[in-house]
C-alpha cells in the first residue's frame, strides 16, 4: 500500500499535571534556532483554575517568567505544525542531533516537565538558580518571531516550482 511522504515532527511534548514542556526537535528548525537554547524546553502553564499560581510559585524565587505561556498559546504555537507520536501524520524519529549530539526521542518524551507541582518543584527551582536559567528556554517571542517565520519562509519558498526545477536540474 502506497503511504504518504510523512513530514518530521517540528515539536515533541512532556505533560504533567497542568504543564508541558515543549522540544523542538525538526532538524530544519534546529539549524535555524539558537544553539545555545538547543535541546531546552519551553514549559507552557495549561491549567485553569490555579491561574495566578504560576506567578506567586516562583517570581518572588526566580525573579523571572519561566513559562512561554498558557495552555492557549501552546495551541496556537501547534496550530498547522506537526506534533512527535500525536497527530498520526509526523514522522518520529528515534533520535534527534542537537548541537552535534544524538539525543534519544524517548529522553525528550519522558513525561518530566520543569517546574510542575510535585515534589521536584524545589528541586527544580534550585537547578534554574544555579544554572541561571540554563534548564529551560526564556526566548519564546523571539523564536516565535524570529525561528519559525524563517523556517516557514523556507517551506514556502522549497514548495513552488521554480525551486524544485533549480534543484532537479541546478
Known amino acids: ?7 518530521p515532527a517540528d515539536f515533541s511534548i512532556a505533560e504533567n499535571n497542568a504543564f508541558a514542556a515543549v522540544y523542538v ?11 545555545a ?13 490555579f491561574s495566578t499560581l504560576r506567578q506567586t510559585l516562583l517570581e518572588p524565587t526566580l525573579k523571572v517568567q519561566i513559562y512561554a505561556g498558557t495552555g492557549a498559546d501552546l495551541e496556537q ?7 512527535a507520536g500525536r497527530d498520526g501524520v509526523a ?20 513525561g518530566y516537565v520543569p517546574f510542575s507541582f510535585g515534589v521536584c518543584h524545589d ?3 534550585a537547578r534554574f538558580q544555579r544554572s541561571y536559567g540554563s ?36
Open 91 to 110: 514522522k518520529v524519529p528515534e533520535t534527534v542531533r542537537i548541537n552535534g549530539e544524538s539525543v534519544a526521542m524517548t529522553k525528550l518524551r519522558s
Open 123 to 125: 528541586d527544580d527551582v
Open 77 to 83: 504555537l501547534l496550530k498547522g505544525r506537526q506534533e
Open 135 to 170: 534548564n529551560v528556554r526564556l526566548d519564546f517571542q523571539e523564536f516565535k518571531g524570529r525561528v519559525l517565520p524563517r523556517y516557514d519562509a523556507k517551506m514556502a519558498q522549497e514548495g513552488t516550482f521554480g525551486y524544485k526545477l533549480r534543484h532537479l536540474f541546478g
Open 1 to 7: 500500500m502506497f503511504k504518504p511522504h510523512l513530514k
Open 37 to 49: 537554547q538547543r535541546g531546552k524546553p519551553f514549559v507552557f502553564y495549561q491549567g485553569t483554575t
Open 25 to 35: 526537535v525538526n532538524p530544519r528548525i534546529l539549524e535555524l534556532d539558537d544553539p
